[in-house]
C-alpha cells in the first residue's frame, strides 16, 4: 500500500497528513473534506491535492478515514473507491464493522493521541493500534503503520474501546481537571500560570513511575478530613462541583486503601 487519500479535514486529519507527507515509502495522493477550506488548508501542508466530492475521490491503494465517530460509516460508503482498494478509520470507539462491507479488506488505525490544529506532533512517538478484517490485510496494516509510527499493537474493538476510555480518563477529564483548577485561582484573583509548575511535576512524576498510584499525594489519600470538609465548604456554591470533589476525593481513599 503506496497510495494513500486521507477522508477527513480535522485535528487527526492533518496530523496524519503531515505525517504521512513526511514518509519516504508513502504517498499522500489527496485530502477529501467536505469542508472546503479545511481541505485546501490540510492539503497545502502536506503538499498535495485536495477534493470535496467523495464521488470525484482519487484512485489510491488505501483511503484512511480520520472523520468524526459517527460519520465514518456514511463516509466509506460515500467513496467512489476502486475495487480492490482497502479502507480504515480511525476511531477508538467505533467498531470495525462500521465501514462499508464493499471493502473486502477493512481495518483500523487508532492512534493514542490528542490533536490540535496547527500543533504539530511527532507521529513515531504515538502508540498506533490496528485491527484489520483479516490476517493477510493486517500485515500489510501493520508495515504501513511501522512506517508511521515506533509502537504498533493489536486491539481488536473490544480492546480498543478500553483504550478509548483510558485516554479519556488520562487525557479528557484530566484537562478538565485543570479548567476547574484555573476557574479557582481565578477566583482568587490570580492566574491559570501559577498552576503550571504543579501540572507539569504532577505529570513528570506519573511518567517516571511505575504506576501513577504510586505517586499520588494530596488530602484524600491522607484522608485528612479537616482539609477536605475545609474544600467542599468552599464550593458549597456549586452543588455539582461539590458533589465531583467529594465523590473523587472519596475514590482516591478507598483505592489508595486498597494498594
Known amino acids: 500500500m503506496k497510495r494513500i487519500v486521507i477522508v477527513g479535514s480535522g485535528n487527526l486529519a492533518e496530523a496524519l497528513a503531515r505525517a504521512v507527507a513526511r514518509t519516504e515509502s508513502l504517498q499522500l495522493v489527496q485530502i477529501c473534506a467536505r469542508n472546503e477550506a479545511r481541505a485546501r488548508a490540510v492539503a497545502a501542508i502536506a503538499g498535495t491535492t485536495w477534493t470535496c466530492d467523495p464521488q470525484r475521490v482519487a484512485p489510491a491503494d488505501l483511503y484512511i478515514l480520520a472523520v468524526s465517530d459517527r460519520a465514518v460509516g456514511e463516509a466509506a460508503a460515500a467513496l467512489a473507491a476502486p475495487a480492490g482498494a482497502a479502507a480504515v478509520h480511525t476511531a477508538g470507539s467505533v467498531p470495525l464493522d462500521a465501514l462499508a462491507p464493499r471493502f ?113 499525594t494530596g488530602p484524600a489519600v491522607r ?30 481513599w478507598e483505592t489508595s486503601k486498597k494498594r
Open 104 to 216: 473486502a479488506r477493512r481495518g483500523v488505525l487508532y492512534p493514542l493521541q490528542t490533536f490540535t490544529q496547527g500543533r504539530p506532533v511527532d507521529f513515531a512517538e504515538i502508540p498506533l493500534f490496528i485491527e484489520a478484517s483479516d490476517a493477510a490485510f493486517f500485515a500489510e496494516l501493520e508495515t504501513l503503520a511501522r512506517t508511521l509510527s515506533r509502537t504498533v499493537l493489536p486491539a481488536d474493538s473490544s480492546r480498543r474501546a478500553l483504550i478509548h476510555l483510558a485516554g479519556v480518563f488520562a487525557c479528557n477529564f484530566v484537562n478538565h481537571a485543570y479548567t476547574l483548577g484555573e476557574a479557582v485561582v481565578r477566583s482568587a484573583g490570580l492566574d491559570f500560570a501559577i498552576l503550571k509548575p504543579l501540572i507539569g511535576e504532577t505529570a513528570r512524576k506519573a511518567l517516571d513511575a511505575a504506576s501513577p498510584a504510586d505517586v499520588q
Open 223 to 252: 484522608h485528612d478530613a479537616p482539609t477536605l470538609e475545609r474544600h467542599e465548604r468552599l464550593l458549597s456554591g456549586d452543588e455539582q462541583l461539590q458533589t465531583l470533589y467529594t465523590a473523587i476525593s472519596r475514590h482516591i
